[in-house]
């Protein structure tokens, strides 16, 4: 008996630890719900299925235990497909993809309307949203985990609201020291 606790003891953690190794990822509709309850920032990555970057995004910087842990922390982190068909509510709108042609699925394909409205011109870029869902700034391109955590720190402290000018960001910038590790 005190074998089979141990045994599910054990199993458990390793479901828990298991379960940090990875992003949540969730869909912008289920996040904007959660954020009725339990407000909290939203990390959206825009990407597209034929996207080289968006793949290395996907496999080296999501891929960080400390981002990992740091993203599941602080925000709500939505996977959207830029040029997909998903209908989402926002902000009181219904947006979709009315020109989406799925035998262009894995090609370039139509702008979905959210990205059209979000002013996403091109993939990756990882969108950023305060508790109320507003959007807060497009971050366009591959980035490094520590790349990345200069933005994820800045937007979920709320410093980005003390930085009105470039001079002010280069100060965060230049004064910014990371704490991910590599790998």
């Not at 959206?44 to 235990?65: A, E, I, R």
């Not at 869902?133 to 410093?159: C, H, R």
């Amino acid at each position: 008996m005190k074998k089979t606790i141990l045994v599910l003891t054990i199993l458990a953690f390793s479901f828990i630890v298991k379960a940090q190794e990875k992003i949540n990822w969730i869909s912008l509709n289920e996040a904007l719900e959660l954020q009725k309850e339990n407000p909290k920032k939203i990390m959206m990555d825009v990407y597209t299925n034929w996207c080289g970057p968006c793949k290395m995004l996907d496999k080296q910087t999501f891929q960080n235990k400390d981002l990992i842990k740091y993203v599941n922390e602080h925000y709500y982190a939505v996977k959207f497909n830029g040029e997909g068909n998903e209908i989402i509510n926002y902000k009181g709108e219904v947006y979709n993809n009315p020109d989406y042609d799925e035998t262009k699925a894995n090609r370039r394909n139509s702008s979905h309307k959210l990205s059209n409205y979000l002013r996403i011109r091109g993939y990756p870029t990882i969108a950023f949203f305060d508790e109320k869902a507003n959007f807060i700034y497009p971050l366009v391109g591959f980035q490094q985990p520590q790349q990345l955590e200069l933005y994820l720190k800045m937007f979920s402290t709320d410093k980005y609201k003390e930085i009105d000018t470039n001079e002010k960001f280069k100060v965060y910038y230049e004064a910014f020291k990371s704490e991910f590790k590599s790998k």
